[in-house]
Structures are given as structure tokens and as C-alpha cells.
């Protein structure tokens, strides 16, 4: 409301035109590539720019907005990306990290100055680490820092109440989990803090591709859990790291 | 095989006659009704008397198959029935027990002996008591002693191990639970003995009439579960008391 | 571990029986009313006591679990109740309120201090209205101030653009619709706070009671969004509820 | 009916034969080629020849076909191609023009004479875009002048409102999208013309291949949305042209 | 656009307040009765007043909020009421009309003045008439002439060609069909202007609700069909409509 | 064809006039009752009069549809009736027969001559009674005798060697199952004739109202069986009729 | 039953031995190859030697197998193989003709005498050829002229009318077709002989891999219909083929 | 509860420290390895030591959990392997056995105790053979005799009668079929011992990756049949062998 309060009086102050006015309220603020409108105005309503997602987009076009993002933004994350993707955005940013394990490239110009608390990232099988490392990677590059507690599943429900001391010191924890989906009940059970629940793909058979996770988690009888997409680490990250910068930031 | 045998030499000492040898090949052992057949040589095939299903069946159906069995058979156990059933079966059997929440009946003539080794059933949360009830009715009948342990979901994980020793006790376990049906999965994790898993219809919305139960289940890390229909108290029973007799009968 | 350790202490030092000890160690905190074992402890470990689910308990049950939670607890939160158990547990507290629209009951010995930020509360159509007051009476009496934005859906999408101001002072947005359930994708784009969609059963045809609002909140492009269970107004307010908690607590 | 009526009457008045009536009476417009009857009667039937779909037919079978309907028509679309089926058709048709993006082939003797309103074909994400410009091709070949504007999803909404002047210009909107389908719902709210709603099988996870976008767009609040298969830009484009050409033709 | 610029050159020349404009720019063009926010503008925007769903409404909503739309409307449709919703409108309303078989109410204070060309309502049997009624209904009082052939279904196919004449008449076809639902396939092969297929819940077994038809409709081999949800009679006449006219204006 | 030359030749020789070849040729062979076309030339084209299926119309429009039928064919059979529709049948033909169990009505001008060959109507319990008993209905109507082989499922399967005799006399079996649906399988494997396996919607959870059924039978591993749609009874024994009949009739 | 008799009299006359009887009457009808049990008395009971389905079987398994039926066969049928199966079986069988585009081996010791009515297959388009080719090489090779009737889809009906005098000389028709599988509805209600339809697989989006094509099949308003699973061209020809044999065999 | 008596114990009299009782009490069994946390205490716990699943793992994960699980344990069992993974763990353990159809590898310290009573494992047919053999290779190693059926399914089941002496030696009967997995209704209904079965996902078409089969299961109508998930051979004979092992071991 502030921002077309200001234009408006801007306006007619004729410090802008007629022209820049239409064009300010109807919140022009990407850029066209052709393939791609770059939304660069997203850092600022948000809170981060725009996420590249590389499924489905040549190596090239990730990199063209790689470089777009790049000019506006102190971080720039790339999610889903294949070896083929790495190697194009390599040769314009040196320092680009691949994450092998998560299928990830960030680019870090200036380091976000990390939250007070820490988000915690459990999984509950070795075969669910790319997903929770897509959540770990995504939460760091936010500026949280994230305590990672792997291959505690509830077939071996000990290895859970060892890291107890661990979990709770968590403002918010992502639950990875494939098969039954069952570690975020549990998880949620024991804690006061926000569960997000990731479902994953792993399984086989009656799972379906991840449907079995989902809808454990969907109907976990334990209170405050929210779910995600099946394999869906990027979101998980993104939402527990809003919850995380309300602590710190005044809300107007 | 030494059925067959039986009757080939019966029939060629002439014991009994061709027309007689043709029947007891061809397993002859049901009795007519019109609409049913009554299967009255299952006990000694299965080791239980025909149970009959009183969904779809009429009050008089349910009555003269009870009758039917009734004399075969010195228990008689009917499910998934009205009040409307339990008062035609009176009329007939007035020592019938109507057991409301698990919508039972039982007729026992002579009870079994039980097996030296209890079964327990255990539930998630107090709307799954009636399939609870229903496996706790069956294994009582089929000659099992049975420990009820009920309302321990995983949201509240304290509550199952505040009676883990009890549920040691058992030969075969019971899980019941609907919503994420994530309790087998975690008992299984802390027993050694058969966990048998029931999902039931309890939840709404995802929960699609037990469907996550039932995937929760099939999908568990939790190694030793087997599942069986979706609010199958009976079918759990069944297959637990099979389970529970072969420690007393010699396997020939 | 804190709780472990003093255990361990005062056994040693003989404070408490071994018996005690291994009661405190099994942390057995529940109480048993035969069909139901109370959890008396979640208050302390979830930051909320148990609530009460009334489908598929009788107007007694949950007449008589509401008197074990009382006891121990300010505030008492019953959904998913018909007018039969309001007509009970009004017997015993006659304070209870019966809030008809959200089909929940509230009884309320004291009020929580309100969190400093408020909860929006949206939804897309007059249809979604009790799940959203779902939403809204849990968020209340468990602290939160509740803004209530109703019928805003994205057909007439200029209603969303005309509360803009409303919703970006909300802590955390509960955005409630059905049909397409595009509502939250459209929200998560305008805002920086976290956004928990809750699908609703509301459409017909290729609806399939919930299932394309849901898919359509879980493949949201929109970042940040968390999704609960078709319907599920309480899950959302009360994870809501314990991420608004998170900037007043000092999280140790 | 008329067509009928100037058979019989031919027959009658003997300008043709018994046998000739018998074919036209029956229709008998289609080539055999053996693996397929090439249906050259349909320009007139329905106003636009026999499109060609390509997938999963040879190359060889595509080529012939195609020549089959180049002699009967001014415009051959062929749909769905791979990179052998082009070459094959091209060996023929040297001036055959390959759409890779959108998988086609366009073969042109005579271009039609434009509609004179546009089309317009909106996406939501770059990888959307294969879809977009086959129906944005199609539109093309059928006479239509076509208005791309890609990359526009609710995401970042004010992107679709700064494009909302040339929207409206069009007299027909071919909205496509994947993940959660919910542009079409916000676009058919903001213009008075006829939307068709293209789903993509574009996403990951509870996507299910398009599912997702295509229960979103059936249950789409927003009023006067059609909607075809998922991915079938071709589709969506050639009852776009339909409908174009209404306000061209005199319907009698 | 037009809007924008003429409230901002308002604004300037101080022919309005700042408050003024800038609820001019957020279009706060609803009326708030507090269950719902009735959608006035829409007319203009969409070239119809907003149609009101009366399922899941009490019928005192749906009358308040037919109160509100007729003072801004020439005429005014409620779909999916009952009898009660029909009653209590009629008591503001007596020249309301109760169209029984189509569960809708129309109130007309003027009639629109009619396309010049007709829409036409196929149906393929009995059992699909309440929807195909619903289509007729919506597109008679949005300004169409309507041509109903109802039960014609592919089982007897000559039905269908003895319309034929009537069919090739209509501008639109709406094709309505349960089951298989084939014959909007059927239709679109012998027709070159738009078909519109609804999809009904008529049927047993594998049809699960219209499933089966909806999907005939998806997949169909016939170019030009579009679809909308299952029994949406009103969405299909909708956008029919909005095709028709398209006829008549000058398109800006 | 012959059909059409005989027109033809009629037309040329003014045998008839030119409207009435039209007539002919688009088959106007239907009585149009407004609600309904009565397709009065099915009998001759499909081998049996048409068939009324009575669910979603009214108790009027079958006994309207009946009267029309009626007068053009010696056999009426009205499927999916109530006791209401059987009323007002019975009001204009106290002939009619009610089978209640079948939810069907016959109205019989003149018995068929039956066939040389019986069918044969299998089915696994007693639940399943009435769609097989709908199927014995249909066959016998249609002229075939029926022999009735009842509540012979899998899970006793000497019920069904001890009736193989009878099986294999009959020329066709419809095999009626709920559940898992396996007793086609285990017939067909038994038998060289036809097998037409029915589904029904008996069963409860998983069965998913007879898609478990269903799905069994589509997927048997026994060749020669095709299926119908879930509690088709009327269809199987169409099909089975169809089929007994070409062993009577030179096929031209 | 004439089985079980003679065995039994031929054992009391002592013709055979007890080792004997037993085997015979426990049908040992069966050679087990270790990995198989091939089934040698089916010829016998089913009318047609044990078929070879080859997915899933290694090359060498099949041969091993194709001997052995070989051996007690004139005709060997052998579906779903690749290149590699015929490589395999043609090294042993030089005669054996491998049909590529139906995937399927034949081996004909001694063709079978022909039944004196065609078999028509009918399928909707070109992609459906493959499975249309399994169906037609099994009805030759059980006995059965086969009329090929290919590319005749809804979409241009007029193709299916100009063949009707050719369907209509079938004794079975087999309707092949995809997408939203209509074709045989239209057939059935054409024709007066059985209809067996196979859906296939071909199509992309919502056809979801034939569901739309089986569903469409078994909700068709064409009595008369049967349904094969999906792609089972082989199923669909072995049912008509029975069919077709009733009308030579005297049915005992 | 022993275990943490003696602990309590242990600490009150100052054998171990408070450290250490801490530790003892969380139970910390497992050896973390980064990548997973090895549960080495599931010996004791559940009658087996953690048995490695291997598709989702590395060779090299693998090999080091295989390591870390021999060193306390005399039977390693790994499934769902490649020949990767073989060629790995036999570099370091060359007397593992690599059972290719199995894709298990066993690594064998000292063998266990037979139990008294085999366990027999069934299979429908050849395709099903890489399923049964994970069963009874797991079956085996856990210590229990395996008596292998193979390829017996219901459309010869004189195949089945002859090995029903065989079947019922067996404590426990593991029954593996695809397609409508009727089999283990079949010999549920002829023998009194427990049935576990095996849904595969062999099939094509309506099989939908073994969901035939699995409903097929669920909804059997034979009692005391309990299911595992699709191809889940495993975990069937894990529960076999748990139950076989009731019989020897004395419950406490």
C-alpha cells in the first residue's frame, strides 16, 4: 500500500511521468529474456530472489539467468540441476559450488548473516540424503544454520531419542522420509517446535512413487505438522526459513 | 493324500461304493441352502468351523447358516452384524453373546482350550477399539488369551512403552490403527515376535477410508509386518491364532 | 535429558524408589479411562494440551476426557463435534461455548497472553467458512490474534489485492480454499511470511472431495507454502500458532 | 441433409450411377494406404485437412501420409515428430519447415488468409514452453495471427498484469501450464473472451504427470474455462481457431 | 489500462482524493455482507454479473446475495439450489422462475437481446437431461437462442444423423454424455464449429462418478472438443456463450 | 448395404417418394417421447429389442418407455428398478413380473424358443445373488436356459469340483465374483467354453467398490475370459446370449 | 466326471495301480523343466495347447519351453517376445515365423481345419496395429479366417460405415482401440454379433497408459460389449476363437 | 524393562557411571558411519541383525555397512543388489555368495540352527521366480529348511493338488503370484497353516505394477491370509521365519 501511496504522490508532484506511474503500479519488475521474465523484484517481496529450478531448462538458459539473478542478488541457489548444468554455469562463475549429493549449484557473492537459530534437517535412511540435502544446502545459502541428523528412521526408534538433546535446540525441523512416512509423527510428538514434513520417492511397490510419505504425513496424527511435495527439499527449506527470520526481524 | 488314499482302498475292498468313492473325491462336505453352501468340512481343513460374514446377508440368512454350523461346531462366530441380526440369532441361540462394539455375535457350546501363550491387540486411538474389538473377539474364541492394550498413537510415544513388557509377553501382536498407521511399524521395531497389522478407516480428508493406513503399512521399514484389509479385525485374528496353534500342534 | 539426568540423580541420592525411577524413566503420563489414555503431558512437552478429535467418540467419552484435561490445563479446545456433544459437555461446564460454524467447543478456565503479532486467517469462498473458523477459534485460544479475511478467492482477484495491507501484518498466513485451491500460490507470491494452505473438500465432479485443491496446493510454484490435510483447519492454526510462538519464547 | 437430397436427385435424374450414389451416400472419402485410411473429406467436414500424429508412427508412414494430404490440401501440420521423422519428410518436401521446440512439421503450398482478431497463448514457466508453441504453431498454420507471452505464472502475478492491454486484445486465450494449473483461474478473471486451459505434465512428486494442473483447471472457480488433455497445445489451438473463425464465416 | 490512466489523470486534476484513488486502483469493486464479498464489478469485467452456487449455501445467503446482485443486474442465476433455496428466494423474488429438472432459479428484469445465432444442447440419454437442462437454462439467459436434442447416444447412431441438419445450425455445441461419453468424439467429427463436452456422474461401477466419461472426453481422437468438470451444465454454457458473442462485438 | 440399394431402387422406380428416402436412409427409426428416442429398430439390428434401464428416470418414463416397446416386441426387460418403478409398470401390465432380488420386471407377449444349449450363472457368495440372479433374468428373457450354480467361491473350492459336470454342459458361463475375484480363473481353467466374468461391489476397504474385483478379472491368467463392467449383470448375459445364439443362426 | 469314473473302475478292476489312480486322479498332467511347469493337458481342457508368453522369460527358457509344447502340439503360439526370443526359437524351429510388428513366434507342425465364420478385427487407428496384430495372428493359428479392418476410428466414421457389410459377415468382432475407446460402442450398436474390445495403450496425458480406453470399454452404452485387459490382443482373440469353435462342436 | 532395572541398578551401586547409565538408558546401540547409523543392538532386539537393503546405496555403502554388521554378527544379509554391489562386498568377504536371481548377497560366519519345521515358499509362474527366491534365500539364512513350489498358478491347478501333501508339511506357506494373484486364496482354503502372500508386479495393462494382485490379496476370501507389500519377498520370509521360530523358542 506504501508503494502505490508513494507513487501516487509522486505522481503528482510530477516527479514522474504519467507513463512511469502506469508502469510502477502494474509492478514491472522482471526481466524479459526471451525464454524467461526474471523476476527481480522478488528478493525484496519475499525476502530471496528468485530460486532457479534447473528441471526441464537447457544448461544455457540456467546459466543466462544465473547471470541475470547474479547482478541483483548476493546469492543465487539452483536446484535440480544435472553435471551438464555445473559445467555451463562454471565457465562464467568460477566460484560456483556444485553440491554433487544435491543436486545443487550455489553462488555466493556476500554471505547472509545467519539467524540466531539453528533449523535442524533429520532423514530417516541413507537413501533420503538428496532430498534432505536439497533442504540442508537451501536453509545455509538462506542464512540459517542447520544441524544435519541422518538415518534415524523408526524401525530403530533409539537412534531417534539419542539426538533428542540435539533436536530440540532447533527453531524448526525438516522431516525426511520415505516408506510409511512415519518419522515426522513421531518426531512432532516429542517436540514444540514446527515439524515440516518432506515425503520422499524412496520405496518400492505399494509406495507409488513417494504417495505412501505423503499421505502418512498428510494424516499424522501428531499436531503441527505441515507437509510439502514428495522429494521436495527446496520448499521445506524455504518455509522453515521464513518461520526462522521472524525472530528476527520487527514485523510492520 | 492319505484322504485319497483312504477312500481308493476303501472303495476297492469295497467298503464303500462307487457312487460314494465319486463324492469323497470331489470333497462333498457342504451342506445346501438354497443361497449358501454351507462349508461344513472347513474346521477339520482349516482348523476352524466356517465364521460367518453377516454383511449383505438377511437376519433369516445368518440364522440358518448359525444353525448349520451350530451343530458341526462347538463355537460359532458371526461378524459385521446389525442389532437386527443379533435378535434373530436370539430368538434361536437365546445364550448368543452380542458383542455391540465389535458387531459380533458368538455361540459357544463348548469353549476351546487355550493356547499356553496370549495374543495382544493392540490400537492406536479410541475410534479404532471397534476393529480392535473385532480381533480381540475372534482370538478369544478361536482359544487365544488376549491382552488388550488400546489409545498408545505414536503422537504420544510414551504411552506404548510404558507397556512394552506386557506387549513382550505376547506370541503374536495385533496393531490396529487408522489416520498415518504408523504404530506397526514402530512396534515392530521393538519386539521380535510376528506383528500383524490392521489399518482401519478412521481419519478424513487424504486419509481416503484407510488407504494412508494401509500404504503406511505395506510400506513400513519395520521388517516382520504383515497387513491385512483395511478394518480386517477378524482376518488379523485369524491369521494370529494360526499363528499362535502351530506352537502346540505337532507339524505332521 | 535434563528430565533424564535429574532422575538419575535423585535415585542415586535416594530420593525417589527404583520403582518411581523407572515410572519417571518410562515417563508414564498418561491417564486411563479404559477407552482412552489421557495425555496429561503433552502440555508441557508440545506447548499445548491434548486436544480433543470428537468424531467417532460418543458425547460421554468426550464429556469425560474433557474433565481429565480441565484439571490439568487453562484451556480446552474439543472440534469436529455435533450439537449432541456440546449438549453434554455444556452439563459439566456451562462456560463451555459451542462455536456452531467451526463445529468446535471451547472452555476456557484463562486466556493465554496473546502472542505480540497476529494470524491471518483467509479463504477463497463462503463454502470454506467452517474450516476456516476451524482454523480461527484454535488459533485463538491457544494465543493468537486472529484476522479473518473471507471470500477473497482468485476469480475476482482484485478482493486479495484490496486486503494486501491487512495480510502483510499477520505473522503468519492460514490460507484456506477449495476447488482449484489456487489461492495460497497467488498469496505466497505477495507476501514474505510463511503461508500453511489448507485444502477444502468443497467442489464437486473432478474434485474427488478435496484431492485437486490439494495436489494443486502440494505443486504450488508459489515458495514457502506448507500444506495440511483436506480439511484440517486445527492442524494449520496450530502449527500456526507454534511458529507465531517461536519470537516470544527464548529457544534453548 | 442437403448433400443427401443432391444425391438422390442426381440419382434420379440419372447424372449418376447406382454405384456412384452408393459411395457418395456412404461417404466414402478416405485413401487406403494399406496401414492407414487417409481421411481427404475432412477439410470440408470440419475445415481443416487431416492432421498428421506423429507419434508412434514411422517416419516412412508420416512421409506418405503427408504426401497423401499435401495433394488434397494448401497446409499439412504433422504433430508430435521426433528428428527422424523430419529428415524423412523433408527428403520430400524440401521446404517442410521443423518446429523443434514444438515438435512439428509445417508443410505450406498456400498460406491462409488470417482471421482478423489474434490468439493468444500464455504460459506460466519456461518449461512450459514445447507445449505453448505447439499450439501456438497450429494457431499459425489454421489462420490465426498468434500472440505469444510466456513465463508469467501466479508466482510473480504482476507479470500477467503488465501483459493484461495485449491479452485483451485477443479474441481467444490458450493458457498454458503445469504444476498446480492456476493461471487460467486468474486470467478468465480478468477478460471477458473464451479461455482454453492446456495442463502440462511439467513437476515433480504429487504433479502425477499433470494430474495436478488438470484437476486445478477443471475445478477452476473462474467461469468460461474449457479444458483439453494434458500437453495438448494442438488441441487447445485448433478449437481456438474454431472458435476464431466464427465471427468470419456466415453460419448458416 | 484505460482504467489506470483515467484514474490517474482524475487524480492529478484533483477530480478525486488520494483515498479515493487508490481504491479506484485496487478495484474495490465487491460489496462485503460479510459471509461473502459479492463481486459487482464482474459484469463489466466479465461480461456477465457474477452467477450464484448455491450448493453449500443457506438459502437466506443466497437470497441476500441475489438481493445484491439484482440491483446491479438485469438478470440473475442461482444454480444447484434446492427447493428450499427456490422458496425463500421467491418470497423477495415472485417472479422468480424455479427451473425444477435444472436445479436453478433465473430473475429476470429485462432480457438481453439474442445472439444471432443459435447454441445447441446434445444430450445422449435420459439420465444426462438435469445437466444438459443446467446448460440450456444458463445459456438462454445469457442471450442465446437454444437447440435441445436430447437422448441420442452412440448406442443408436442413426439418431444422431437425422439431427444432423439441426446440429450443422449451431453456432456452439455443448455436447452432454455419462458412461463412455462418447458422442461428443462422434459430433466433432461431422462438425466444423466448437464442441464443448460435459461429462456427467451417470453411470455404475468403473464410471466412478463420471470418471470414465471425463476421460473419454480428454482423450478424445476428435480435434476441436473441449472439456469441462463433470455435470458442470453452467461452465459449459458459459463459455459457449462467451464464444457466441464474440459474433457481435467489435473485439478492442 | 443392401439395406440402401433397396432405397435407392425403390426411389428410382418412385416405389417411394423423395422424403421418404431420406427417412430411410438416416434410419429415422426412433419414437421421440421428448424425454426419450425409443430406438424401436434395435431389435432387428442388435437382436433384441432395446432394454430399459430403469435407475435415474422416473417410475412414469419406464412405464412410458414399457408401453412404447412394448408394442413393437413380444419381450420386455426393464434392469435397476425399484419397488416403485414395478408399481407403476404393473398398473398397465398386472403381466409384469417383479423380481426383486434381481431389481428387474419382464413383461413376456410370447416366450422365445430357447436355445439348444444352456448358460451357466456361477457365483462366489451368497452376496453376490443379486447381480447373477439380474444376468439369469436377462438369459432367460433372451432364450436361453439358465442353470444357476451359487456361492461356490475359491476359499472352498471342492464346492466347485463337485458341480464341474453341470459347468461344462452349459455353452457359455458367467462367473459373478466380489472380492478378489478369482473364481473366473480357476473356471476358465477348468472349461474350454466362453467365460464372462462379472465383478461386483461386494467387499469392504480395499475392494474399493469392485475394483479389486475387477482388477482380478482383467488380469487373470486364465485365457478365454473377458469381463464386464463391476455389478453388470445384464451385460454379461447380453454378451452371453449374443453368443449362444450363433451356434442357431447362419451367420450371413 | 467320466474322467474320475473310468479311473476309479479301471483301479478296482485292477487295470491300474493305487500309484496310478492317485496320479490320475491328482491330474499330473504337468512336465516340470525345473523353471516351469509346462501344462500338456490343456490342449485337452482348453481346446488349445499352453501358450507361451514370453515377457519375462529369457531367450533360452522359451525354446525350452517351445519344445516341450512343440512335442504334444501341432500349432505353438508364443506372444510378447522380442528379437532375441525369435533368434533363440528359430535356431531349433527353422520354420517358425516370427511376425515383428504383432510380436509374435508361430510354429505350425499341421494347420488346423479352419471354422466356417470370419473373425473381423477392427481397430480405431494406426498406432494400434501392434495389438491388433497379437489378436489376429492368434485367431489363424486357433483355427479362424481373419478379416483385418484397420484405421476406422470415430473421428471419421464414415470409414466404419463404408465397411459395415464386411463387419457384418463376422461371427466375432475383436474392436481395437486407444485413446477414449469409442469405436466399439458404435460397432455394438450396429451389429448383432459378440464384440470382445481391447483398449490399448496408446495416447499420452490423461490416458494414463489405457485406463481411459478400458474405462471408456467398460461403461459403454452398446450392449453386448466384453472387455479384455488392456493391450491383450491375444486374450481378446483366444475368447472369440472359443466362441467361434461353438458353433462346429456339439456341446455334450 | 530389565534391561533398565539392571542399568538402575548398575548406576545406584556406582558400577557405571552416570555417563554412562544415560548412555545405556537412550540405548545407544548404533555405529554411525556418516552415512548411516548401523543398528547393531536389532540382534537382540528382533531375533536378526539389521539386514542391509541395497538399491538406493552405493557399492561402496554397502561394503562398509557390511563390514560394520559382520563384525557382530554370523549372517549378513544384503537384497536388491546389482552386480556392482557383488563385485564390491566380494572384494573384502570372497566367501559371500552372489544369488543372481535373488539379486541378494549372503555372507555366512556360522550357519544357523535349522528350526524343526520348513517353511514352504509357492510361486504362480516363471516370471515370479526372482520374488520367491528373495524369500527363501531369506528364509534360509534366518534358519529355516525351504521347501520351493514353483509355477503352480490357478489356471491349472491339478498343478497345485499334486504337491498339496508337499505344501502341508510347511509351519508357514509364503505364496508369491502377479497378475490377479489368486493363488493364495486358493491354498488358504486348503490347508490350516499360516499363508503370507506375495503380490509381484508381473503383468502388463490393468495390473498397474502389481496393484491387481495386492488388491487381489487384501480382499481375499480366505481366512488367515496375511499380505506383504509388491515384490517384497523379504519381508514376507522375515515374517515366515519369525514365526516359525515361536515354535522353538520359549516365550517369556
Given at each position: 500500500?506504501e508503494?502505490?501511496?508513494?507513487?501516487l504522490?509522486?505522481?503528482k508532484?510530477?516527479k514522474i511521468?504519467?507513463q512511469?506511474?502506469?508502469e510502477l503500479?502494474?509492478?514491472?519488475?522482471?526481466?524479459?529474456?526471451?525464454f524467461?521474465?526474471v523476476?527481480?523484484?522478488?528478493?525484496k517481496?519475499n525476502?530471496?530472489?528468485?530460486v532457479?529450478?534447473?528441471?526441464?531448462?537447457?544448461?544455457?538458459q540456467?546459466?543466462?539467468?544465473?547471470?541475470?539473478?547474479?547482478?541483483?542478488?548476493?546469492?543465487?541457489?539452483?536446484?535440480r540441476?544435472?553435471?551438464a548444468?555445473?559445467?555451463e554455469?562454471?565457465k562464467i562463475f568460477p566460484?560456483?559450488?556444485?553440491?554433487?549429493?544435491?543436486?545443487?549449484?550455489?553462488?555466493?557473492?556476500?554471505?547472509r548473516?545467519?539467524?540466531?537459530n539453528?533449523i535442524?534437517?533429520l532423514?530417516a535412511?541413507?537413501?533420503?540424503?538428496?532430498v534432505?540435502e536439497?533442504a540442508?544446502?537451501?536453509?545455509?545459502?538462506?542464512?540459517?544454520?542447520?544441524?544435519?541428523?541422518?538415518?534415524?528412521g523408526?524401525?530403530?526408534?533409539?537412534?531417534?531419542f539419542s539426538?533428542?538433546g540435539?533436536?530440540r535446540?532447533a527453531?524448526?525441523l525438516?522431516?525426511?522420509?520415505?516408506m510409511?512416512?512415519a518419522?515426522?509423527s513421531?518426531?512432532?510428538?516429542?517436540?514444540?517446535?514446527?515439524?515440516i514434513?518432506?515425503?520422499?520417492?524412496i520405496?518400492?511397490?505399494?509406495?507409488f512413487?513417494?504417495?505412501?510419505?505423503?499421505?502418512?504425513?498428510?494424516n499424522s496424527?501428531?499436531?503441527?505438522?505441515?507437509?510439502?511435495?514428495?522429494?521436495?527439499?527446496?520448499?521445506?527449506?524455504?518455509a522453515?526459513?521464513q518461520?526462522?527470520?521472524?525472530?528476527n526481524?520487527?514485523?510492520?
Open positions: 500500500m508503494h502505490l501511496l508513494k507513487v504522490e509522486d505522481f508532484s510530477e511521468s504519467t512511469k506511474a502506469l503500479i502494474t509492478l514491472h519488475n522482471s526481466v524479459d529474456l526471451g524467461a521474465n523476476d527481480i523484484h522478488r528478493n517481496r525476502g530471496f530472489s528468485e532457479i529450478y534447473g528441471a526441464g531448462k537447457t544448461p544455457e540456467v546459466r543466462d539467468i544465473a547471470i541475470q539473478i547474479y547482478e541483483y542478488s548476493d546469492q543465487v541457489l539452483i536446484t540441476i544435472t553435471d548444468h555445473a559445467v554455469v562454471q566460484q560456483a559450488i556444485h553440491h554433487k549429493v544435491a543436486h545443487c549449484i550455489t553462488i555466493v557473492k556476500k554471505e548473516i545467519k539467524y540466531p539453528p535442524a534437517v532423514c535412511g541413507t537413501s533420503d540424503i538428496p534432505a536439497e540442508a544446502i537451501t536453509a545455509d545459502i538462506m542464512g540459517n544454520d542447520v544441524l544435519r541428523i541422518y538415518d534415524i523408526v524401525a530403530g526408534i533409539h537412534r531417534l539426538n533428542l540435539k533436536i535446540k527453531a524448526v525438516i522431516v525426511v522420509a520415505g510409511e512416512g518419522l515426522p513421531v518426531v512432532a510428538g516429542l517436540v514444540s517446535h514446527p515439524v514434513a518432506v515425503p520422499t520417492s520405496g518400492y511397490g505399494a509406495n512413487g513417494g504417495i505412501s510419505a505423503l499421505l502418512g504425513m498428510l496424527c501428531g499436531s503441527g505438522i505441515t507437509v510439502v511435495n514428495i522429494d521436495n527439499g527446496f520448499g521445506a527449506a524455504y522453515a526459513s518461520i526462522n527470520s521472524l525472530c526481524n520487527k514485523i510492520e
